[in-house]
């Protein structure tokens, strides 16, 4: 049975088949080709089942997201398939998960490639997402530094000296680092590549998210973590569908003059860590 006859759909790229991404696609994909990308198999095969079951045309691929060549082979196919008018970016790991090492090549360095590779196939008009965290707003980054991650490239960052002198001291302090590069990495491919095919890109920092994947991170610090939902004034944790109602305003028509900025979604964690009513420990 042929459910969809229309040809030329608009492709919907989505890099890391987690229960963000996933939700942040169910939004908007209706009628559109899906390309889902993540590192392990059973993930995609798992997710394109449900996603077909439920009516959507989608095509999957193994993509390394830590390897240059295989992300750039995910944006080239994303491009055969028609125009590319959305992408997303959720691959990452959090610091509970991996080395210091890891998350800077994975949540910073491979999150370069992937704007770069798909700033070079985005359709006119079409918009992107990264997702990066509240931890982005929980160290500050020096203006000197920031300045030196704008202007370096993809290849260079993991040399810079903040990088390799703060990032690498632990996960945390490479999590948090990653993740304001990410915001960086937005501002600049909006303002270069990306402003040359006329597309757009912005970033989501969600805060305490309940996820599969954040049970690890509950597992390993829940003090930690409960302490953060009490001092919030939203005083709760919020779901993968709530951070997929911001995404699909961002990435849509009504979003147009949104380019390279970021949306904090965090129930106001960082805004008591600001005014004092709460302080990070360690």
Do not use: C
Not at 153 to 173: H, R
Not at 176 to 182: P, Q, W
Not at 213 to 235: K, P, T, V, W
Not at 270 to 275: F, L
Request: glycine content about 8%; cysteine-free; aromatic content about 6%.
């Amino acid at each position: 049975m042929i459910f969809d006859r229309n040809e030329k759909k608009q492709v919907v790229a989505l890099l890391g088949a987690g229960s963000m991404g996933t939700a942040i696609v169910r939004r908007i994909a209706a009628g559109k080709k899906i390309l889902l990308g993540d590192i392990s198999e059973k993930a995609l095969e798992r997710v394109s089942d449900d996603f077909r079951r439920s009516g959507y045309d989608v095509e999957t691929q193994v993509v390394n997201a830590l390897e240059k060549e295989s992300v750039e082979a995910f944006a080239k196919r994303a491009a055969e398939l028609g125009p590319v008018m959305y992408f997303i970016d959720t691959a990452g790991a959090s610091p509970n998960q991996a080395s210091p090492e890891h998350i800077v090549a994975l949540d910073m360095v491979g999150t370069g490639y992937a704007v770069d590779a798909f700033g070079r196939v985005m359709a006119d008009g079409g918009a992107g997402l990264i997702i990066s965290s509240q931890a982005a707003y929980m160290y500050p980054i020096p203006n000197d530094d920031e300045l030196q991650i704008v202007n370096a490239s993809t290849e260079q960052l993991a040399d810079l000296p903040i990088v390799k002198n703060v990032a690498m001291q632990n996960s945390g302090f490479a999590y948090m680092i990653a993740k304001r590069v990410n915001h960086l990495q937005a501002q600049r491919a909006a303002a270069t590549t990306w402003r040359e095919r006329r597309a757009r890109i912005n970033t989501i920092s969600p805060g305490i998210i309940v996820t599969p994947l954040a049970y690890d991170e509950f597992n390993a610090n829940g003090d930690g973590y409960q302490a953060m939902i009490d001092a919030s004034a939203a005083r709760r944790v919020a779901t993968s569908d709530e951070i997929a109602d911001a995404a699909s305003f961002l990435l849509g028509e009504h979003a147009t003059f949104i380019n390279g900025t970021d949306l904090l979604i965090d129930g106001g964690v960082i805004p008591s860590i600001r005014t004092g009513m709460f302080k990070l420990q360690g």
